[in-house]
């Protein structure tokens, strides 16, 4: 998501050739799209925490490989800005799951999990630049972004695979 966010005021001006006055309003639905994104994932992880995780992580994904394909328009750049935007809410549930499996270091958990994401803030610009920067263009961060939100789902789906072995290994053991 930052590796988009990051270099949207410079893919608007240098690719959407949108008005400057048109930057704030653009960055506002993201904020939007973020609040909105928070308030449904922690509504979906309420009823099925490690499901939503993964949903967001592939809404993420595709949000953000439509994202070079819309900036071409302001008109088609502002509902993808907040679909991505919504991706946001990410955060909130993972803290949650990270609370809820770490037992008696919740407070490790926690800073673990703050330092997690701002390696990701760093990350994610950073590997943008550099795709800007061999050539790829402006629109490339989108590209980038998914593949990060696509190895993030792949990290999940080892997490996912250990919960149901988890669970298959605790019945064995009731039985």
Known sequence: MFCVYTYLALTMAEVTHASPAALPLVLAVFGVGMTVGTLVCAWAADRAQMPAIGAVLLWSAASLALYPMAV??????????????????????????LMDVAGDAQTLAAALNHSAFNFANALGPWLGGLAIAAGYGWTSTGYVGAALALGGFAIWGVAALDVRLERRRTLAAAE
């Open 72 to 97: 071409h328009s302001l008109w088609t750049l502002v509902p993808v800005v907040f679909l991505i935007g919504c991706g946001g809410g990410l955060g909130a549930v993972l803290q949650t799951r």
